[in-house]
């Protein structure tokens, strides 16, 4: 408040520090308690804490007129869930430290049943420490605009060097995203499915509506590996261990998507349908294909018994993807800095292998562990596991970016 006029700040603007984030502290920082304790993000949390008291003050003043009111109520609305999940944190961090200092003194005088009921208490705080940074660190963090947006999910087989472990394993993937979504209560509507010969998937697509789609499923793509014993044919007999790969490409569709396309720059073909889907199927040419000229994309659908439907949904699905062109390029200026490569700009990256020899399923973005495939693939706890645990590590991620951006803009300033 200088002379009666109320400057507002931005969050790039609140904190004056220098900081230096290495290799050594980024491994550090997977850990979100880690990432709390540092000195630069206490002091940063610090700072807004005292504006947010400065705001609140400011505020009660009688001076103010109804533009510097207006300006002064946004800000506070925007540092008061900030302001309370750090004070929340404090006294989280209070606890654990009462809670450690008593687990010391039972170990000193041998009380074990005790002790081990405050180390069952400290482990609770300790999740609770781990929830309650996360959350600060999503209201630091601006959203990504897509978050809450449907998505276009396909899957593609890749090749192997012998069997037909590839088609089958895209199937497995499809039908895991498929009952994702039933366990996330999302809508899952198959608009592509071209099915192998031999019982397994070529292509596939879905549209996925519901709460936060592409936010919980946007690190889903890319390529993803699988290791195991063909269950038939020369491979299986002679117990060789082949490698497939199998692709995943997730489109978030927002509900309007204003990108124009000029008829004269699309050719539309008509084919009999494959696949799952009912009696009509190979019975008529409902299924349409769109190639868009000018890039040379396609899209299909033969999810309706209408033509005219599908024609509709894949001309849907096509501004999805000429929209998503423009999306990609707009993430990749965003996330440029970043050095965990997550997101759709991986595509081709391989980011998960499936072992079926070991039961184990291995995200290499995160060096993650799951054991059990059965339970991953079933779609359920063991994959929502997984995916928070990405999305765990990438606000991290985008919370360390923002302070190395704070950082040079800081130094730009001098």
Not at 377 to 394: C, T, Y
Request: with cysteine; aromatic share 8%; proline share 2%.
């Amino acid at each position: 408040h200088n002379h009666g006029f109320w400057r507002p700040k931005s969050l790039l603007d609140t904190a004056r520090f220098t900081l230096s984030f290495n290799s050594r502290l980024r491994k550090i920082h997977q850990d979100s308690q880690a990432l709390w304790k540092h000195e630069a993000v206490q002091k940063y949390l610090e700072t807004l804490s005292k504006e947010y008291q400065q705001v609140s003050c400011l505020l009660k003043a009688d001076s103010l007129n109804d533009f510097e009111q207006r300006t002064l109520r946004r800000r506070y609305a925007d540092l008061s869930p900030i302001a309370a999940a750090f004070q929340e944190i404090k006294e989280a961090e209070k606890e654990v430290l009462e809670l450690e200092a008593m687990c010391k003194e039972l170990d000193r005088r041998d009380e074990k049943q005790l002790l081990e009921l405050a180390l069952e208490e400290k482990e609770t705080l300790d999740e609770k420490m781990n929830l309650l940074c996360r959350k600060l660190f999503q209201l630091l963090v601006p959203k990504d605009k897509y978050d809450g947006s449907p998505v276009i999910l396909e899957v593609t087989a890749g090749r192997t060097t012998g069997g037909d472990i590839c088609q089958q394993f895209t199937k497995e993937m499809f039908e895991m995203y498929q009952k994702y979504a039933d366990y996330k209560r999302w809508t899952f509507d198959i608009v592509n499915y071209t099915p192998a010969e031999i019982g397994g998937l070529h292509h596939a697509a879905a549209h996925i509506s519901g709460e936060d789609v592409y936010r919980h499923l946007k690190y889903e793509g890319g390529t993803h590996r699988v290791q195991r014993i063909p269950e038939t044919g020369m491979s299986s007999r002679m117990q060789r261990i082949h490698t497939g790969t199998m692709s995943v490409i997730v489109l978030p569709q927002p509900e309007e998507v204003d990108i124009k396309v000029d008829p004269k720059d699309l050719r539309i073909d008509t084919f009999r349908a494959k696949g799952a889907g009912g009696q009509h199927v190979n019975k008529t040419d409902s299924a349409v294909r769109i190639v868009h000229l000018p890039t040379g994309l396609a899209v299909e659908c033969q999810q309706e018994r209408s033509q005219q439907l599908n024609k509709e949904i894949a001309l849907r699905t096509l501004r999805a993807k000429l929209y998503q062109q423009i999306i990609e390029k707009q993430l990749s200026q965003e996330q440029s800095a970043r050095k965990l490569q997550l997101g759709t700009r991986a595509q081709s990256e391989r980011i998960r292998t499936y072992n079926f020899t070991q039961d184990r399923v291995t995200d290499h973005r995160i060096s993650y562990e799951a054991r059990n495939i059965k339970e991953v693939l079933w779609g359920k706890e063991a994959l929502d596991k997984l995916i928070n645990r990405l999305l765990g590590v990438a606000e991290i991620e985008a919370v360390t970016e923002y302070l190395e951006n704070l950082q040079a803009s800081e130094g730009g300033g001098c």
